[in-house]
């Protein structure tokens, strides 16, 4: 029988064995840690390098978009109106450790968007819509130089559009943006598309755009109203009064027929000597012309679209009717699908069943207020006042010949009223007062007012810029149209300087699923 010491002795191996797979044990631990701790740094190291080279290639963004607005364009066909339509705006840039370089391309297919959202003018290499891509791309810097693949690349793409007064849902110039002057129920309603001032075409404020070109009194001053576009029944008392007004817009008007028209300046113009149709004639001073005879003889037959004022007022004291009963002044103007310029110095009204293809000019009474007769344009029944890009009559000069994009041009010119100056930042705005609060009335185009625009309701497909904008029904819906938006600013209009922008469209940003060097033209961002 084996004894105790024996059983023992014959065990001594073990403790060798137990230690050596205890070492192989912890051995193995320590690779492991070391392991994960180099693989936790490289995680890091990739994850750094990803977070510079975006940081990077946002910069790079950035730093184009500035160079692109400092250009000073309106569109961007300085940078795509080429065979690439597109063109580098930044090579090789080096930043905060890395390095980026950017281009600039037209919204084209099938690169930048798909077909059926491409820009017009793509094949005509023009930029049709002030849209465009902006492409970046950046590497950082590794300990062997600069990245060639892996996290430290990176390429990212948003659209630019750019940004004017003209390019909003409303645009107000008493430093209250319209939103904050609506009912409260318009936050459900969405009263206005885009409410939201962050989004590009949403509403903000600054200082209004205004008519350049203003003239006053008749004479061959370059601030006058030249002696030939001024009837001769309407030369005295404009000269005496020093009238002030729109150009081009009252002569475009002025050399328009108004063939609805009945009222001419008190007396009836159905009937024009020699059998010619019914409403007013262009006014013509040129012998040679067919009307001269009739202009001559009776020139309140010559007045075309322009509505004096009254003798004591002819900047202001119209009081003009559009409608169809024999009483209102003249009934539908223009005619679909193409504009006219109507220029009413005073104030006006629009009846039921008429409609006024084009752009309404509008002095206002010169007396501030907002009911009753200090109302400076009312709406009643259903109507539309509707601009169209296609002018008539064709061939007006100056070009173009009517005052599209804009449906509404509200404003007293300055020199008209000494109490009643061009309106400023944020303060004061003109006397001149809009009720367009008419639910079956339609405003296609662009509203302009120096002074203040109730909605209560209305229906405005376009948008308005103006003083003062008060959303004071629910029921109203004014929607941002980029068609007009994008043909603006209007004839004749200043853009004042720094109200005009290069913006990111909204959920326009992408982080591009590979990268890519688009130096020799855009590749797809997936």
Request: net charge negative.
């Amino acid at each position: 029988m084996e004894t105790l010491g024996r059983r023992l002795r014959n065990q001594d191996g073990m403790a060798v064995i137990i230690a050596a797979i205890a070492m192989l044990v912890l051995g193995v631990i320590g690779f492991s840690f070391a392991l994960l701790a180099n693989l936790e740094t490289r995680i890091g190291l990739n994850q750094k390098q990803a977070v510079q080279a975006l940081a990077i290639a946002e910069a790079g963004l950035d730093h184009a978009r500035n160079l692109i607005l400092s250009a000073g364009a309106g569109n961007f066909n300085t940078w795509v109106a080429n065979a690439n339509n597109g063109a580098m705006v930044i090579s090789g840039q080096e930043f905060g450790g890395g390095t980026y370089a950017a281009r600039i391309d037209n919204d084209c297919s099938p690169n930048i968007v798909p077909a059926v959202l491409a820009d017009s003018g793509c094949g005509a290499n023009q930029d049709g819509n002030e849209i465009a891509a902006l492409t970046a791309w950046a590497t950082t810097a590794t300990g062997g130089g600069w990245a060639s693949s892996g996290a430290g690349r990176t390429r990212v793409r948003v659209f630019l559009t750019y940004s004017n007064a003209w390019k909003h849902s409303c645009y107000s110039g008493n430093d209250q943006l319209c939103t904050e002057d609506q009912v409260p129920a318009c936050t459900s309603q969405n009263c206005v598309s885009p409410a939201d001032p962050n989004h590009p075409n949403g509403p903000t404020k600054g200082q209004l755009p205004l008519p350049n070109d203003i003239r006053c009194g008749v004479g061959a001053g370059a601030s006058q109203i030249p002696a030939t576009l001024v009837p001769t029944d309407m030369a005295a008392t404009m000269t005496l009064q020093n009238t002030c007004v729109i150009f081009p817009y009252y002569e475009w008007a002025l050399k328009t027929p108004a063939p609805t028209r009945r009222d001419c300046m008190g007396g009836d113009c159905q009937t024009q000597p020699g059998g010619t149709p019914a409403g007013t004639l262009p006014w013509t001073s040129d012998p040679l012309n067919p009307n001269f005879a009739t202009c001559a003889a009776n020139p309140s037959k010559c007045h075309g679209m322009v509505f004096f004022g009254t003798a004591a007022n002819r900047a202001n004291g119209a009081d003009v009717s559009f409608g169809t009963a024999p009483v209102n002044t003249a009934g539908t103007m223009g005619s679909a699908g193409s504009s006219v310029t109507v220029y009413v110095m005073g104030k006006a009204s629009v009846g039921n069943a008429v409609q006024i293809y084009g752009t309404l000019v509008l002095h206002g009474n010169g007396v501030p207020g907002s009911t009753g007769p200090n109302r400076d344009l009312t709406l009643s029944g259903t109507n539309q006042i509707t601009t169209a890009a296609t002018c008539n009559p064709v061939g007006l000069t100056p070009s173009p010949g009517c005052g599209y994009p804009l449906a509404i041009l509200a404003y007293n010119p300055p020199g008209n009223d000494p109490d009643d100056p061009a309106p400023g930042h944020p303060t004061p705005g003109q006397s001149i007062h809009l009720d367009i609060s008419n639910a079956t009335s339609q405003i296609n185009g662009i509203v302009f007012s120096g002074g203040t625009v109730d909605f209560n309701p209305i229906t405005v497909n376009g948008s308005i810029v103006g003083y003062d904008i008060n959303v004071n029904n629910a029921a109203t819906s004014i929607t941002y149209n980029e068609t007009y938006g994008n043909a603006a600013p209007p004839p004749g209009f200043s853009t004042p300087s720094g109200t005009t922008s290069v913006t990111y469209a909204r959920s326009g940003w992408m982080h591009c699923a590979t990268y890519s060097d688009d130096s020799g033209g855009p590749t797809a961002c997936n």
